[in-house]
């Protein structure tokens, strides 16, 4: 078990009925810039209980941002932000609405040039301004964390950036608000959160027990609530499960202990989502079964384990359980109703092995827990996916 800090600040504000808490978490008088997306809270009636709740606070509103939040979206709302002398940030919807926030509320207080300089990781985040989140699509965790992935079309860059900065102030999670996804929001948001849990878990490195059995918990929680929720969307116990998986996910806390985490997988899902526009989710449950089957050798002690643990599957040698542990995952997600092979989105394997190679390449990116998954090995992976 390897030595740790945590500590993670966000209030998690949990339940029905909690939008309304907004005057208790934001001071009087704070001027605010409310974010959105393309509209779903207003058709679902989440903008109206956020507006009732916040009827007392002056409000400039910014809509619009785009699943995959762009660069140059942010920059808009930055410069209103500047020019309204906007005091909070307060993300209503996805993680993508959330994530453009956290740019933003750095953006806004960036005098040292152009702050994609932050993506690149050419300058350190040094400031933001407070924010926080009525979050409405359980997937990202980034609710409770440090990231934002942003988008930019000038160079058709998908790339994320992490600070304490942004941590948000509070995360309001109302489970109703859910209900309104469409079906395939919540099918991403599964297989979101299961590769969230297996980039820390499934490390050939050490690890401690406890956080192991906390993960296998996740994931154990998550196959039981796939078919629920497919069969009883309205059903409110299944949506507040599904949404305290999400946040656990991506929290922080399944990383305690581990030498290392992965990462490959979502590495290589972001760079097929800037190729091929294909919803993050789902190039996850596109890649992770070929990354786990590219190092099934070196990962087989803990592919076993994941066997044994999650699956139940008790019989035969290691190597054996190892590989039926990533059949059952890419079953998982068939069974989810969500594609694993490249050819299904008519994605040509060996187009998309050069292209995704040569861009993490020319970034000098090198992948896994180990930091040794470079060129060759992403082109090999990418293969298995075909
Ligand atoms: O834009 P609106 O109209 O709000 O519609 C959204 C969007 O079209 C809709 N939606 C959200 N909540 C809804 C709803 N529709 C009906 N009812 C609701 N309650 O769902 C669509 C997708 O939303 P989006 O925010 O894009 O999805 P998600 O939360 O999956 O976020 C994906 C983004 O997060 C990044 C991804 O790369 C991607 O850019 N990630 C962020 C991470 C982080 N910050 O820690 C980690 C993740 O690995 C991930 O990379
Ligand atoms: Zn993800």
Not at 105 to 116: M, Q, R, S
Not at 133 to 157: H, K, M, Q, Y
Not at 219 to 234: M, Q, R, S, Y
Request: glycine share 8%.
């Amino acid at each position: 078990m390897t030595n740790f800090v945590w500590h993670n600040p966000v209030k998690l504000v949990f339940g029905k009925g909690t939008i309304a808490e907004l005057p208790n978490l934001i001071p009087a008088g704070t001027k605010i810039m409310l974010a959105y997306g393309g509209g779903s809270i207003k058709a679902n009636g989440v903008y109206d209980q956020a507006r009732a709740a916040l009827a007392a606070y002056d409000i400039t509103e910014f809509g619009g941002i785009e699943p995959n939040p762009r660069y140059e979206t942010c920059m808009k709302a930055a410069a209103i932000v500047k020019q309204n002398g906007i005091g909070f940030l307060l993300a209503v919807g996805g993680g993508s609405v959330l994530d453009a926030t956290k740019f933003i509320a750095v953006a806004a207080l960036y005098d040292a040039g152009d702050p994609w300089d932050i993506m690149e990781g050419r300058k350190p985040v040094e400031r933001a301004l407070p924010l926080a989140t009525v979050l409405t699509l359980p997937a990202t965790g980034s609710e409770t964390n440090t990231f934002a992935v942003i988008s930019r079309d000038a160079t058709g860059e998908k790339l994320a950036f992490g600070s304490p900065h942004v941590y948000p102030q509070f995360a309001i999670l109302d489970p109703e608000t859910t209900r309104s996804l469409p079906l395939r929001q919540v099918e991403n948001g599964i297989i979101d959160t299961w590769a969230h849990v297996m980039e820390q878990y499934m490390c050939a490195t050490d690890h401690s027990a406890l956080t192991l059995r906390q993960s296998e918990a996740v994931l154990k929680t998550l196959i039981e609530l796939a078919p629920k929720v497919k069969a009883d969307p309205a059903d409110y116990t299944t949506r507040a499960e599904l949404m305290w998986c999400a946040t656990v996910g991506l929290n922080g806390s399944l990383g305690l202990g581990a030498a290392a985490q992965d990462w490959a997988t979502h590495m290589i899902g972001h760079e097929l989502t800037a190729l091929y526009g294909i919803d993050h989710g789902r190039t996850l449950a596109v890649i992770m079964p070929a990354v786990h089957r590219f190092q099934i050798t070196r990962k087989q002690p803990r592919l076993a384990q994941c066997a044994a643990r999650v699956w139940h599957i008790t019989q035969g040698d290691d190597a054996t359980r190892a590989a039926q542990a990533i059949e059952r995952e890419q079953a998982f997600f068939q069974s989810v109703g969500v594609p694993t092979t490249l050819s299904a989105y008519n994605i040509d394997a060996a187009d998309a092995a050069r292209q995704v190679a040569a861009r993490l390449a020319a970034r000098n990116a090198k992948l896994g827990e180990y930091g040794d998954l470079g060129e060759d090995e992403v082109r090999a992976i990418i293969a298995l996916a075909q």
